[in-house]
């Protein structure tokens, strides 16, 4: 009896056990569904997802070209930059905050010695301002997460869209596709 007693004792612990078990496992899944979701929907909401940092912070994190083009909206000397040329497919993501930018199937060489797209992965993930420095009127374009500094765009692009935005090398990482 008192056999009967502890075994029916060591099944319900073994029940109890296993169910908690379970109960774990489900927890730990659906947090991990909602942080992909999550993370799913901040990446493509970079205007929700924004980046702040200090001055002093992007210094410490970017190259200095990086940092001097991104930061001090300055341009690198034309025909320098690693993806002026380039024809590999990927994406081409933010220097500074991994946003996603460019798509390669939209850059085209427009022989201007910068990498230059007809049009943006998607239209919410940069921002376009007037910039009249140096005596020109042109449109800058930014980065909609960090605010950095990216290049311009211009009216004489090819296609439907007649768009070149003519971005820095520098102010850009190339995501190869696999
Ligand atoms: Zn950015």
Redesign the pocket.
């Known amino acids: 009896m008192a056999n009967r007693t502890v075994r029916f004792a060591i099944c319900n612990k073994r029940f109890a056990i296993s169910c908690l078990t379970r109960r774990a496992h489900a927890i730990l899944t659906l947090s991990r569904l909602i942080w992909t979701y999550l993370d799913l929907f901040l990446t493509s909401h970079?205007m929700i997802n924004k980046?702040t940092k200090t001055d002093e912070q992007w210094r410490k994190e970017l190259s200095p070209e990086a940092y001097e083009v991104?930061r001090r909206q300055g341009t690198e000397p034309a025909f320098s930059g690693p993806y002026d040329q380039t024809t590999e497919p990927g994406l081409y993501r933010?220097?500074?905050?991994?946003?996603e930018?460019f798509l390669s199937d939209s850059k085209y060489d427009a022989g201007c010695g910068w990498p230059s797209f007809v049009a943006p992965a998607d239209q919410s993930h940069v921002e376009l301002e007037a910039d009249n420095r140096y005596g020109m009127e042109r449109v800058e374009v930014r980065?909609?997460?960090?605010?950095?500094h990216l290049g311009h765009v211009f009216d004489d692009g090819p296609g439907p869209t007649g768009k070149r935005y003519c971005i820095n090398s520098v102010a850009l990482t190339l995501d190869p596709k696999k």
Do not use: K, Q
Not at 94 to 99: S, V
Not at 143 to 148: A, H, I, Q, V, Y
């Open positions: 970079p980046v991104l933010c220097a500074g905050c991994g946003n930018l980065c909609s997460r960090c605010g950095g």
